[in-house]
């Protein structure tokens, strides 16, 4: 007989940002493929899924080790990446579907909120600026401010510990895997929000529960509240 799942009460959630709250997913491929395809990585919008949820410059680091090219060093290829991502972001970006709701609705039940992202504050900015929900999130955490980037849990354990919650008590919502693991080693619980051709992946087996959007997270995730 199965032991009944035993679970902390939740008394704050943390959001991952890129391809969670925002629609940005795109924009990285387009920038990523754009600027390492000029100096010959050989890129395309599937590859770049291969490194999804590192910082911006340890994703160049990595293709720069598979495909080095000489010249530009991989820190300003990795500030053209981000500046053509925050130009497309503030010209067309747009949140994901549910994703406005849900902040609103756990501020208004009372819950602390952070967001743990691995992308710099210029990108947090303009996300923040074309969302309207800066004013929601009451700690901002950057893994460009650690010495580590997902996986590692450094980031949600910052977000958790600038909350005040101990990190067994923190709710993380994350696209992607290895941002789960990140949040898992963190030792806190996780909705997984995998993107459409991911969620088939089993290794997302390892999160509390699985959704398809954050417009489903009151039917498919909600107990994990109660």
Request: with cysteine.
């Amino acid at each position: 007989m199965s032991q009944p799942e035993t679970r902390l009460p939740v008394r704050a959630v943390i959001f991952d940002m890129d391809g969670l709250l925002i629609d940005s997913e795109p924009f990285w491929r387009d920038a990523e493929v754009a600027i390492l395809g000029a100096l010959g990585v050989p890129l395309t919008h599937e590859s770049c899924a291969q490194f999804a949820g590192l910082r911006i410059n340890e994703v160049v680091a990595n293709w720069h080790e598979l495909y080095p090219w000489d010249g530009e060093s991989t820190d300003s290829v990795a500030t053209r990446i981000q500046q053509q991502l925050c130009e497309r972001i503030r010209e067309s970006g747009r949140l994901l579907p549910g994703a406005a709701r849900l902040v609103r609705e756990l501020q208004e039940r009372g819950f602390p909120l952070a967001i743990a992202t691995s992308s710099a504050p210029e990108v947090v900015d303009a996300v923040m600026d074309v969302s309207g929900l800066r004013a929601c999130f009451d700690v901002i955490a950057s893994a460009s401010d650690e010495d580590y980037g997902k996986p590692h849990p450094a980031v949600y354990l910052t977000a958790a510990a600038r909350l005040g919650v101990e990190p067994q008590h923190c709710l993380v919502l994350e696209d992607a895997l290895l941002g789960v693991i990140a949040a898992k080693a963190a030792r806190m619980q996780v909705v997984a929000v995998p993107e459409e051709f991911n969620r088939n992946d089993m290794r997302f087996g390892i999160a509390n529960c699985t959704i398809a959007t954050l417009e489903d997270f009151w039917q498919d995730a909600g107990y994990l509240l109660r």
